[in-house]
């Protein structure tokens, strides 16, 4: 289910330590470039290997994971509407002021769409955020009306404090986001169990289905997620979808596992995959391609060539004073967001010796945090400001 990106690029609150255990071998890791992302996929148990709910602490085995191109994810914004695509399947989500909300999914066979967009998490996110919310929705198969009455409930969860360790390398103050999509196969407002099939299933749906097997049936999805400070996107997700069948007393009910993916997505991964600038610093006293110290991002320029002012707000606006020492020359300036998505397309802008103003648009209603980059050849500059 990237979620934004904003909530794919939640920024922990947590001041995050990170170690080696971020810091794997880029061997097998291809390098992506804005909105195509490259994390390490692997089986729920095989990479996670316990979660301790009581010492918020989760043991991994990041050797467990592998890279793919075919398993890449990306992420789109349109407005306010963002889109998280993987596997063939893009669930869609809806940022409006401070709350993200879901509002369905969709992929080669299906279509599925609620009402209204359910709160899946509120800005900014802290430890103790709790949100949850009631919905309704349908769902299309190839074209056809497979359910007509779906309800469920939307719950998000978020808790501070949390571990991450491999047994040798720590990664600490992490921030835990749950969030489950509890879903009816159909109301039972608008069904009765007591109606024959074929009167129900008119109800329920187009096509012929088992009327009382869809009562007594529940599918659960379940996303958890741990952000650290200096990670864009979750460096760990664990997510799941089951079944839940109820038994014919309706008292207990039989949880039958469908799907379980975990992906690891180390910080400077993150960082080369979007192509900003991440610089690890290596301490005394330690030597070994995996003994790394602190990660960190840094607002730093690269080169001499291009001279770049600070940037200047009015409105939905932003200009900034450009020039090139040696010469004329062409770069490239876009806006993103702190939380690393691309707020403009690259723009193009000619430079010469003499210092001249460009103005850049910020997408209207955007507010928060803005970085712009500026880019010519090898040289890179990022500025930021607060709209």
Partial sequence: MKFSTRLLSISAILTAISSSLLAQ????????????LHPGIAGSHSLILSVNDTAKTVMVDPQAVSFD?????????????ISY??????????????????????????????????????????????????WTGHLFQYGTMMLKHVRGISRG???????????????RNAVRLRWSLDMAYADPDSVNAAMPDSVASG?????????????????????????????????????RVSRIVINEEAVSADTIPLTMLAMH?????????????????????????????EYHYEDYDHGTSLKVGEPELSGEAIT????????????????????????????????????QQYTFNVPSGWTGV??????SGNESYTRKTII
């Fill in 25 to 36: 071998s880029n061997i097998d890791h291809t390098p992506r470039d804005g909105d195509c």
């Fill in 203 to 239: 109800i329920i749906s187009d096509m012929q289905v088992d009327v009382r097997s869809m009562l007594a049936e529940r599918l659960l999805t379940e996303r958890t997620m741990w952000f650290t400070e200096d990670a864009r996107y979750p460096v760990l997700t664990d997510s």
């Fill in 320 to 355: 900034i004073t450009l020039s090139s020492s040696s010469g004329t020359c062409t770069a490239t300036v876009t806006l993103f967001t702190d939380s690393g998505m691309r707020l403009t397309e690259p723009k193009e802008v000619t430079l010469t010796t003499v210092p």
């Fill in 157 to 171: 969860e978020a808790q501070g404090g949390w571990t991450i360790t491999d047994g040798t390398d720590t990664l």
């Fill in 370 to 375: 803005v970085l712009l980059r500026v880019e």
């Fill in 85 to 134: 695509v993987q596997f063939a399947t893009k669930h869609r989500f809806i940022l409006r002021g401070d709350t993200l909300s879901y509002i369905g999914y969709e992929n080669r066979a299906v279509d599925f769409r609620l009402d209204y967009p359910a709160v899946a998490a509120v800005f900014p996110i802290s430890d103790g955020m709790f949100t949850t919310d009631e």
């Fill in 265 to 293: 997505y180390p910080a400077s991964f993150q960082r080369s995959d979007t192509g900003e600038d991440y610089i690890a610093q290596k301490p005394q006293g330690k030597k070994g391609s995996n003994q790394f110290g």
């Fill in 69 to 81: 191109d075919s398993q890449d994810t990306y992420y789109y914004i349109d407005g306010d509407t």
